[in-house]
């Protein structure tokens, strides 16, 4: 007889929501690979690479130990969708580039420590892929922490290694605007065509320390830059499919092709405008409708952009375009693993920082759902494994090796 772990009692305990949410939605679930996909779910220790909760957490008064109605991420939500481990991204608007940003990333950083400290019980940090499989073992959330826009670094490769100490494990190399760094994919125009050469000596001290590149968000000759120049894999933390919806903030299958080749990850964005290319048609042609009533909340909230963000996302859940079907973030993932193997891919949600998802992934206790769409799509539970937090802790490893091994040739 199975003895389920409590885990998977949790993951019991919210089938009838969840299958109740997806009859409502048209859809029917399948009880019996359904219990098939908890129990496999339960084995798995299942990673997200990106949310943007430290943002959400600094903008409300909220405890991660008890279940909110405020944002997509808690601890008492990570148990119930069975997600083991999540980096919390100490996100910086480039807005800040010019502003001390080292003291924002910073007061991001002491709140997630914060939020641990308080819950002592519930979650702790991870520092390394061991500290993830003990805090698995434990039955609490792994909490990790990355860094999205690497201008709190401030030019200055002490503050980079000081960052490490303080727990960061990867750095989005920049955000929506060029930085010091490297150029945007959703810059007007290049800066540095690419990597700066500031940014060409961060990296290679990031292989040296052991921190994870993150090329989501920057441009596509950034990232051809970093693949030629790092000598450990690199990561998409949260990046999605152009070949399937055509946006600049996605991977084309060539740069897919190199991430693999370099042994790295696309962490597959749950975000509808980056996974399906008529909702974001719908929302361009809705933002573009809302643009009075945004900027009268920019004029409002004008020294306060988390809050700006908060209301614009309340505008666009009541005005803005139906989520897609949680279909479509499953074809990303075939896509990839079509395209170079099942070995690149996982999941990167940007939960807290974009505002719409799919069908059933309004929130981290959705996660089972991806578990089930795999199954019913034939993979393997090996794979499916990989598929949930496998492949990225291959790569964290692989950069801790590289790190190793940098550091003893000299």
């Given at each position: 007889?199975?003895?389920?772990?409590?885990?998977?009692?949790?993951?019991?305990?919210?089938?009838?929501?969840?299958?109740?949410?997806?009859?409502?939605?048209?859809?029917?679930?399948?009880?019996?690979?359904?219990?098939?996909?908890?129990?496999?779910?339960?084995?798995?220790?299942?990673?997200?690479?990106?949310?943007?909760?430290?943002?959400?957490?600094?903008a409300e008064e909220m405890d991660m130990g008890k279940k909110n109605n405020k944002g997509e991420v808690d601890f008492i939500r990570m148990k119930e969708g069975g997600l083991d481990a999540m980096f919390w991204a100490a996100f910086v608007s480039n807005s800040?580039?010019?502003?001390?940003?080292?003291?924002?990333?910073?007061?991001?950083?002491?709140?997630?420590?914060?939020?641990?400290?308080?819950?002592?019980?519930?979650?702790?940090?991870?520092?390394?892929?061991?500290?993830?499989?003990?805090?698995?073992?434990?039955?609490?959330?792994?909490?990790?922490?990355?860094?999205?826009?690497?201008?709190?670094?401030?030019?200055?490769?002490?503050?980079?290694?000081?960052?490490?100490?303080?727990?960061?494990?990867?750095?989005?190399?920049?955000?929506?605007?060029?930085?010091?760094?490297?150029?945007?994919?959703?810059?007007?125009?290049?800066?540095?065509?690419?990597?700066?050469?500031?940014?060409?000596?961060?990296?290679?001290?990031?292989?040296?320390?052991?921190?994870?590149?993150?090329?989501?968000?920057?441009?596509?000759?950034?990232?051809?830059?970093?693949?030629?120049?790092?000598?450990?894999?690199?990561?998409?933390?949260?990046?999605?499919?152009?070949?399937?919806?055509?946006?600049?903030?996605?991977?084309?299958?060539?740069?897919?092709?190199?991430?693999?080749?370099?042994?790295?990850?696309?962490?597959?964005?749950?975000?509808?405008?980056?996974?399906?290319?008529?909702?974001?048609?719908?929302?361009?042609?809705?933002?573009?409708?809302?643009?009075?009533?945004?900027?009268?909340?920019?004029?409002?909230?004008?020294?306060?952009?988390?809050?700006?963000?908060?209301?614009?996302?309340?505008?666009?859940?009541?005005?803005?375009?139906?989520?897609?079907?949680?279909?479509?973030?499953?074809?990303?993932?075939?896509?990839?693993?079509?395209?170079?193997?099942?070995?690149?891919?996982?999941?990167?949600?940007?939960?807290?920082?974009?505002?719409?998802?799919?069908?059933?992934?309004?929130?981290?206790?959705?996660?089972?759902?991806?578990?089930?769409?795999?199954?019913?799509?034939?993979?393997?539970?090996?794979?499916?494994?990989?598929?949930?937090?496998?492949?990225?802790?291959?790569?964290?490893?692989?950069?801790?090796?590289?790190?190793?091994?940098?550091?003893?040739?000299?």
């Amino acid at each position: 007889m199975k003895v389920y772990t409590k885990k998977a009692i949790w993951l019991f305990s919210i089938f009838l929501l969840i299958s109740s949410f997806i009859l409502q939605a048209g859809d029917k679930i399948d009880p019996i690979l359904w219990k098939k996909a908890l129990k496999l779910h339960d084995e798995a220790i299942v990673i997200d690479t990106h949310s943007d909760t430290p943002m959400a957490l600094l903008a409300e008064e909220m405890d991660m130990g008890k279940k909110n109605n405020k944002g997509e991420v808690d601890f008492i939500r990570m148990k119930e969708g069975g997600l083991d481990a999540m980096f919390w991204a100490a996100f910086v608007s480039n807005s800040n580039d010019e502003k001390q940003p080292s003291r924002v990333a910073l007061d991001l950083i002491d709140e997630i420590y914060q939020q641990v400290d308080r819950n002592p019980n519930l979650a702790r940090i991870a520092l390394s892929p061991t500290d993830i499989y003990e805090i698995h073992k434990e039955g609490k959330r792994a909490i990790l922490i990355g860094m999205e826009n690497g201008s709190p670094i401030e030019n200055s490769l002490r503050f980079l290694r000081d960052f490490y100490r303080l727990g960061v494990r990867y750095i989005t190399l920049t955000h929506n605007s060029n930085n010091a760094i490297c150029d945007s994919s959703t810059a007007d125009k290049p800066k540095w065509n690419g990597l700066s050469p500031f940014g060409i000596e961060m990296v290679k001290e990031m292989n040296r320390i052991g921190m994870i590149v993150d090329i989501s968000h920057v441009s596509d000759k950034t990232f051809w830059d970093v693949i030629q120049l790092s000598r450990a894999p690199v990561m998409a933390s949260h990046s999605c499919v152009r070949a399937i919806c055509d946006v600049p903030r996605n991977m084309t299958d060539e740069m897919i092709r190199a991430l693999a080749q370099k042994g790295g990850v696309i962490q597959i964005n749950f975000y509808s405008s980056f996974l399906d290319s008529q909702y974001n048609k719908k929302f361009e042609e809705t933002r573009k409708a809302l643009e009075p009533e945004i900027n009268k909340l920019r004029e409002t909230y004008k020294n306060d952009r988390s809050a700006v963000w908060r209301e614009m996302s309340k505008l666009f859940k009541e005005k803005g375009p139906s989520a897609p079907p949680i279909e479509t973030l499953i074809d990303h993932i075939d896509h990839v693993v079509k395209l170079v193997g099942v070995d690149y891919v996982g999941l990167g949600s940007d939960f807290d920082g974009a505002g719409s998802f799919p069908i059933g992934l309004e929130d981290v206790s959705g996660y089972p759902l991806i578990t089930y769409h795999l199954l019913k799509r034939g993979y393997k539970e090996a794979d499916i494994k990989k598929i949930l937090g496998g492949n990225f802790l291959r790569v964290f490893n692989s950069v801790i090796q590289v790190s190793k091994e940098m550091t003893s040739a000299k």
